[in-house]
T-cell receptor, first 114, second 112 residues
Framework: ETGVTQTPRHLVMGMTNKKSLKCEQH?????MYWYKQSAKKPLELMFV???????ENNSVPSRFSPECPNSSHLFLHLHTLQPEDSALYLC?????????????FGEGSWLTVV | SQQGEEDPQALSIQEGENATMNCSYK?????LQWYRQNSGRGLVHLIL?????REKHSGRLRVTLDTSKKSSSLLITASRAADTASYFC????????????FGTGTRLTIIP
């Protein structure tokens, strides 16, 4: 248990659906991340938030829309996804963006787009 | 973008043997971290080594860092079946960048 909680753990959605992934941490961390993990590919950084402000958008398609209402919560809104978007989506948090701090991951949300 | 690359991609050894995994990266770093991931789960931090350190130990883990070769190794001694997992290196660069860049991982299987 890392203190980062992701829901749902599994999600199956059609290409026309709208769904959201949720991430929550009560570790007092100020930086939160979304990563995408596809088979046989490196972990891909998607978004970074620091003190609720987005500091990084790694050229992610607009069908993925992040939201960070406060430092403890992070959402990933999904709309009109493609089958190739099926992957494990990992949320992570870090006490600060300063280099050298450990990043804590949630268990991930398995997304299948049909 | 900077990326760690682990070698080998997959490793199978007998329980009790030592397992060594390597990581190479491309640009100057501030520190390097190793993470473990059980199948279908999140990543768990194992150990961090700073750019001015050459070796670090934590229990059965030993990490080395050679900044001249831009490489690191993770040694797990006296392996156990429970060590079966994927292992990733991740780097923080020294440009003040908040990104933590991961490699593709080594899939380690410990045979009981």
């Amino acid at each position: 248990e890392t203190g980062v909680t992701q829901t749902p753990r599994h999600l199956v959605m059609g290409m026309t659906n709208k769904k959201s992934l949720k991430c929550e941490q009560h570790l007092g961390h100020n930086a939160m991340y979304w990563y995408k993990q596809s088979a046989k590919k490196p972990l891909e950084l998607m978004f970074v938030y620091n003190f609720k402000e987005q500091t990084e958008n790694n050229s992610v398609p607009s069908r993925f829309s992040p939201e960070c209402p406060n430092s403890s919560h992070l959402f990933l809104h999904l709309h009109t996804l493609q089958p190739e978007d099926s992957a494990l989506y990992l949320c992570a948090s870090r006490i600060s963006l300063r280099s050298g701090n450990t990043i804590y991951f949630g268990e991930g949300s398995w997304l299948t787009v049909v | 973008s900077q990326q760690g690359e682990e070698d080998p991609q997959a490793l199978s050894i007998q329980e009790g043997e030592n397992a060594t995994m390597n990581c190479s990266y491309k640009t100057s770093i501030n520190n390097l971290q190793w993470y473990r991931q059980n199948s279908g789960r999140g990543l768990v931090h194992l150990i961090l080594i700073r750019s001015n350190e050459r070796e670090k130990h934590s229990g059965r883990l030993r990490v080395t860092l050679d900044t001249s070769k831009k490489s690191s190794s993770l040694l797990i001694t006296a392996s156990r079946a429970a060590d079966t997992a994927s292992y990733f290196c991740a780097t923080d660069d020294d440009f003040g960048n908040e990104k933590l860049t991961f490699g593709t991982g080594t899939r380690l299987t410990i045979i009981p």
